[in-house]
């Protein structure tokens, strides 16, 4: 029977860590005078309202919760660093991507990848390591390859670290996960608009209406139009809308029903090539005279356009005191039209003539023509959640089953006639001849289907209330079978010429352990240990051709050790964290540009370093969010011996990023009604290689940003600068290209809450 919550607070989440408040069952571990104060309520304590999370998150992001069910607690008392970018943060700086808004987290870098897919679609690298499976939602995978715009977020958190014990194969260097905008108790109307220079024309709309007392729904809608600064022909438009519905708002037992849609048309953007010299470490085109930022080295063809469809139910069951069930599932669908020029700038040819000073040299495009993409998975985890006595030592136990399949197909096009018209790196050419075109033959087809089946386990044990052990475990088995065809259509019969069948079968166990020291609420030190497996085609919607005949390849293998503490200060209103981390890769292998395959390299590669952070308010008025990252890198083993002692790729050396804001109202001038916001953030990587060989160097960036932003009653207005020192940065890189930022832009929003 549903009832009403009252006096006890829900019970949040469920693996690494303990949970806000003890349980009744964990009673027994309080003296009896806390007890009695525990569950005798004062004549004046007043019942619990429900809350909305992007209105009501702590400022000290180490009091939040991880948002996902199986990983239970606060960010303080997870023994893993976990940054948190909040609604707040990403309105203040303007955030309209998942990209913009990891800015925010030092330590990841963007890859083009996507087998010379460019920057179309959302690909990561945490610590230097392949995050492109790594991407989640509400906990569950996000199947697709796709710009994801933050208009359905209500937060991002990054867990770093190995971390398949939580959330499965893949996550080396960590996970990425999106926080979406759920149906909330009480009325909520908020509209926003955008306008900036590139132009950016943008809308949002968020409306949320309670139903009755336990009963919500709300619509989220956007439609972006934007062109990007300083880039030729570049444009990024889409649209979206989120439909969700809550039931049991407030009670023991809830269901959240979310249907997420979002449509993209943009110019697929490969980058600009590297200038590739004789000897000595290439760089990208863009940094020799003569050659301009604002280049674009496709061609009028090249598209990205795309849809996704995503829906997402979330049911929580508060059994008892000690006991609570969830159950989440998805299933999602992805469409992708994709077509692309991959610029090359040869040393013979073309890079010796750029790096002397000379632009006026032809490059070349390759890579394939592009395809169509159909892409659709589904994943349900049930997970329960445990806090029990026994013999008197409290333990927080948490099992469940994690099921997904996911299915891939692609259609290649070609290219008429193969070659494209080129101009030379100074002036290229966008514009095709009037004699070609891009056709799908139906002949060049790629499939691939995956399914996993997973159990999880995990129990905290307290020695004492201020020391605990936390072991968990994860066992996978993961299939993938993929198929091409030269022939097309549907396959006859098998051994059918002109149809290739590849199968790789994977099971792993994923173990971790954790030793934590709580010696007050603010405080947590620990010491975490973890391994991970990233099996051949482990995200087939962003790996064109996940096996190959001639490597029969083995699962990569991953291990992180941790040593941290976090701390909240000044009554709970700042948090602070660090960690001592290092990751060993085994068994690496990568995407080969030329082939189009995955190979195993054989190497083994090493990450180390310092993970340090500061999130919350220095005062009333003055608000921070800081990190800094430092990698040190290396190639520990390869079969390729001069690769031996090379930094690994795409592992910048320091990074860092702060973000703050002073409401100068509430004591400077308090003679204007309302809050005045003036803020700013610095965000800077070093450069860092983008192959195992250290030939291709991307260089370093820095963007100053600034804010200043007045809201009165339900109004409010801003003004955003970004990079406002005009820098030459570098947003992605892959292997011979690096994906030029945007120039100094401004934008205006008007928004309107009621």
Known sequence: MTKMKTLRPSVSGAALTTGLAMTMSAMPLMDAQAQQAASTPSSTEELPTVTVAGDNAPANALEATTGISRIPGTIQDTPQTITVISQETMQQQGVTTLEQALRNVPGVTASSGEGNGGMNGDQFRIRGF???????????????????????????????????????????????????????????????????????????????????????????????????????????????????????????????????????????????????????????????????????????????????????????????????????????????????????????????????????????????AGFDQETYGGQNITTAIADFNIGGFRNQFVAGVDLFFQNDARSYFTNVPSTKTVGTVADPSFYNSNSFYVYDSGLNLRRSQATNSAIFASDRFWFVDTVSLLAAGRFDNYNINYETSSTGGKRPAPNVPGWTDYDSHSSFFSPSLSLIWEPTKEQTYYVSWGKSYTPPGGNVAVTPNPLSATSALEPESNETAEIGAKFSLLDGKLGLTGALFRTIKGNAYYFNDATQLFDQTGDKQRVQGVELGATGNLTDAWTVQAAYTYLDSEITYSPTASN????????????????????????????????????????????????????????????????????????????????????????????????VGTGRAVVFTVGATF
Request: glycine share 12%.
């Open 644 to 739: 031996i002692g090379n930094e690994v790729n795409y592992a910048p050396r320091n990074s860092a990023s702060i973000w703050t804001t002073y409401d100068v109202a509430k004591h400077w001038f308090t003679q204007i009604p309302g809050e005045l916001l003036v803020g700013g953030g610095i965000s800077y990587t070093d450069g860092y290689y983008t192959n195992t060989a250290n030939t291709s160097w991307v260089p370093e960036t820095f963007s100053l940003d600034a804010l200043v932003s007045y809201k009165q009653g339900n109004y409010r207005f801003a003004v955003n600068g970004y990079n406002l020192t005009d820098e030459l940065n570098y947003v992605a890189g892959f292997n011979n290209r690096a994906v």
């Open 130 to 368: 392949q995050a492109n499976g790594d991407i989640y939602v509400d906990g569950l995978r996000d199947f697709g390859s796709y710009t994801r715009d933050s208009f359905a977020f209500e937060s991002v958190e990054v867990f770093k670290g190995s971390s398949s014990e939580n959330f499965g194969m893949g996550t080396t260097g960590g996970a990425i996960n999106i926080t979406q905008k759920e149906a909330h108790l009480g009325d909520k109307y908020d509209f926003e608009g955008q306008i900036g220079n590139g132009p950016l024309y943008r809308v949002v709309g968020d409306v949320n209406k309670q139903i009755d007392d336990t009963t919500a729904v709300r619509f989220v809608g956007m439609y972006t139009e934007q062109d990007l600064v300083d880039r030729d022909y570049m444009y990024k438009d889409r649209y979206g809308f989120l439909g969700a519905v809550g039931f049991g708002l407030g009670t023991d037992q809830t269901l959240h029903l979310n249907i997420f849609y979002q449509d993209g048309d943009g110019q697929t953007d490969m980058g600009v090539p590297f200038a590739t010299r004789s000897t000595g470490v290439s760089l990208p085109v863009t940094e020799y005279p003569g050659v301009s930022r604002s280049n674009y080295y496709g061609k009028e063809t090249d598209k990205d356009n795309y849809d996704v469809t995503m829906f997402t139910a979330k049911y929580r069951n508060e059994v008892n005191e000690w006991l609570t069930i969830t159950n989440d599932s998805r299933l999602a669908y992805y469409n992708r039209y994709y077509t692309q020029s991959a610029a090359s700038c040869a040393a013979i040819t073309c890079g010796n003539f750029v790096v002397n000073g000379n632009p006026n040299v032809p490059y070349t495009l390759g890579g394939p």
